[in-house]
């Protein structure tokens, strides 16, 4: 029976192979032929080349899938499962968007409250099936994940019914020696999941130490107390009703876990950007949408942005150059002048799952002075290894300069401090995130994109 039942989830795509996605996705190929895997360019050369590995006390496993970074180039999905970080959802969406089918599901295994309803504003409700991942992983190196504790998840469709479809991921995971629980209300696993995030994700920055310390502290016990509290008055103003006992079943919870540190601080350890904005960051906002207060959670989030976040001596600035009379520089400050017809003060309005302020990239080739024969634009990202190129033409009609959001500066994690977006091109010429500099240029520019399906 669940052989046949797997049969019918033919040609699983799981995009991301970091801690979740690497791990769920590791062992889901080893049991089923028809996973490959959607990739980041340095990820996709280190699996091709190495295979995809989980060290694990439990014994370890390689497995060698098909991967991309274009998701043209896999087969047909029936399933897509997202095992991204929250910030990199709407960079997913726009990439997986060519290859979302009329029967494609879509599972997501990523943190945060909003993600389904997100999905389910870009690719229409009867596709998205809700996940919660426990699981405690490091990525060691691109193609290795170190696996030390749990590795279970919680999935069920979003609107609370029983379906076939749902049963199906499930025996999948099952099969792949993975414990699968389907939950009737995942809206409220995920809400009880964003409970512990929102302690113990911001805690082990601030302590920079383990889960324990925050445990074995006495004084800490009325801090989790209440930045509970306050998740639970937010998703009661969500409608998602928590249970009162809520801190005490978060700290329940973390005893088995108490000598790990959590995502956040490997994260912020590695370098990466944190997940903040959209645990801690994100019951602060709606705090004040349903007028409750969360001052514990503003405090927290400020805290694990300035220890973690690098400090911006300078506004950021955007060079146009090249095949140009004179370069110009613009900031955030000097774009926001720009003629208003110019300016796209919502970007969700013409590119679906994106946020933000910007100015059209036609305004800004306006301000600029072009040598004759300047046919093309090349897009640089600040650190300079990655570029797009575009025809005049295309950046002319399509390009659209994304700079600012919520009224400040975009953020790291978004693309910012400025991020080209191309609603009407397709995924490949979709974004640039951190655009530091425009070049113009008589012919095709530098384009490390690995697969470019837009040029003419």
């Known amino acids: 029976m669940r052989e046949r039942e797997s049969q019918m989830m033919e040609h699983i795509m799981m995009v991301g192979a970091g801690a979740v996605g690497g791990f769920f996705g590791a062992h889901l190929a080893k049991t089923n032929e028809n996973v490959s895997f959607l990739l980041r360019p340095r990820t996709l050369e280190a699996v091709k080349t190495n295979g995809l590995t989980i060290q694990s006390s439990s014994g370890n496993v390689t497995v060698h899938p098909r991967v991309a970074a274009d998701p043209r180039d896999l087969p047909s999905p029936a399933l897509i499962v997202l095992g991204v970080k929250a910030y990199d959802l709407d960079e997913v969406m726009l990439q997986i968007?060519?290859?979302?089918?009329?029967?494609?599901?879509?599972?997501?295994?990523?943190?945060?409250?909003?993600?389904?309803?997100?999905?389910?504003?870009?690719?229409?409700?009867?596709?998205?099936?809700?996940?919660?991942?426990?699981?405690?992983?490091?990525?060691?190196?691109?193609?290795?994940?170190?696996?030390?504790?749990?590795?279970?998840?919680?999935?069920?469709?979003?609107?609370?019914?029983?379906?076939?479809?749902?049963?199906?991921?499930?025996?999948?995971?099952?099969?792949?020696?993975?414990?699968?629980?389907?939950?009737?209300?995942?809206?409220?696993?995920?809400?009880?999941?964003?409970?512990?995030?929102?302690?113990?994700?911001?805690?082990?920055?601030?302590?920079?130490?383990?889960?324990?310390?925050?445990?074995?502290?006495?004084?800490?016990?009325?801090?989790?107390?209440?930045?509970?509290?306050?998740?639970?008055?937010?998703?009661?103003?969500?409608?998602?009703?928590?249970?009162?006992?809520?801190?005490?079943?978060?700290?329940?919870?973390?005893?088995?876990?108490?000598?790990?540190?959590?995502?956040?601080?490997d994260d912020w350890k590695a370098g990466r950007t944190t997940e903040i904005d959209d645990l801690n960051g994100y019951i602060v906002r709606m705090g004040k949408e349903f007028g409750i207060p969360t001052p514990v959670n503003e405090a927290l989030t400020a805290l694990v942005k300035v220890i973690t976040e690098q400090p911006h001596a300078e506004p950021a600035v955007l060079q146009i150059d090249g095949e140009v009379v004179q370069p110009l520089s613009f900031d955030r400050v000097s774009l926001a002048k720009l003629a208003s017809d110019y300016q796209v003060p919502d970007v969700s309005k013409v590119a679906s799952g994106l946020r933000g302020r910007g100015v059209r990239m036609e305004g800004l080739l306006e301000m600029a002075t072009l040598r004759p024969g300047a046919d093309h634009v090349t897009f640089h990202a600040l650190d300079s290894r990655f570029s797009a190129c575009l025809t005049l033409e295309q950046a002319r009609e399509h390009g659209i300069v994304i700079y600012e959001l919520d009224e400040g500066p975009l953020p790291q994690q978004y693309g910012g401090p400025f991020r080209l977006v191309t609603p009407g091109l397709g995924d490949l010429c979709a974004h640039v995130k951190h655009v530091a500099r425009i070049e113009l240029s008589q012919g095709l520019g530098r384009d490390t994109r690995p697969s470019v399906k837009c040029s003419p």
Not at 108 to 127: A, H, K, P, Y
Not at 203 to 218: E, G, S
Not at 234 to 242: D, I
């Open 97 to 265: 968007e060519p290859v979302v089918g009329n029967e494609t599901v879509i599972l997501s295994l990523q943190n945060g409250v909003t993600i389904e309803d997100r999905l389910m504003d870009r690719f229409g409700r009867d596709r998205i099936v809700g996940g919660v991942a426990f699981i405690y992983a490091k990525k060691l190196e691109p193609s290795v994940i170190a696996h030390y504790k749990r590795g279970a998840v919680t999935i069920g469709e979003v609107m609370g019914q029983a379906t076939p479809r749902v049963s199906r991921i499930a025996a999948l995971f099952q099969e792949a020696g993975i414990s699968c629980h389907v939950s009737r209300d995942i809206r409220r696993a995920k809400w009880e999941k964003m409970c512990w995030n929102c302690v113990f994700n911001p805690l082990t920055v601030v302590l920079n130490d383990r889960i324990a310390k925050a445990l074995d502290h006495p004084d800490m016990s009325r801090v989790i107390a209440s930045i509970v509290e306050e998740v639970c008055a937010v998703a009661t103003g969500a409608h998602v009703p928590l249970e009162g006992n809520m801190a005490e079943k978060v700290v329940q919870w973390s005893q088995e876990i108490r000598d790990i540190h959590t995502s956040m601080y």
